[in-house]
């Protein structure tokens, strides 16, 4: 089992950044890959970025690898996802999740093994 809590979450202006924080912890957490969720207001759910903890190797969707970073800070077993440029369409709950691979389409459609509680991200003016 793999425990993800997730903070950061809060309001900001267009325009602005924030970082939000994944705190992972379990047997083995180094051996997952780590990535970020957007779920709307509305209920829909997007990949964002994943990175494997063992060699740093990052995926992203395309719509967000300009302004997001994900990193990781394995001293302290906590994912980053640096948000730069935010824009009110990045508004909603925001989940970590672990999965055993990096590569492929698990991350795309959802297909992880643990999810965290998300943390709320609100972007207005």
């Known amino acids: 089992q793999v425990q993800l809590v997730e903070s950061g979450g809060k309001s900001v202006q267009p325009g602005g950044s924030l970082r939000l924080s994944c705190a992972v912890s379990?047997?083995?957490?180094?051996?997952?890959?780590m990535g970020w969720f957007h779920q709307t207001p509305a209920g829909e759910r997007e990949f964002l970025a994943a990175i494997r903890w063992s060699s740093g190797d990052t995926v992203y969707q395309d719509s967000v690898k300009d302004r997001f970073t994900i990193s990781t800070d394995g001293a302290r077993g906590t994912v980053h996802l640096q948000m730069n440029n935010v824009k009110l369409e990045d508004t909603g709950v925001y989940f970590c999740?672990?999965?055993?691979?990096?590569?492929?389409?698990?991350?795309?459609?959802?297909?992880?093994?643990?999810w965290g509680q998300g943390t709320q991200v609100t972007v207005s003016s």
């Open positions: 999740a672990a999965a055993s691979v990096l590569y492929g389409s698990r991350w795309f459609t959802g297909e992880v093994d643990f």
């Open positions: 379990g047997e083995h957490f180094e051996t997952y890959s």
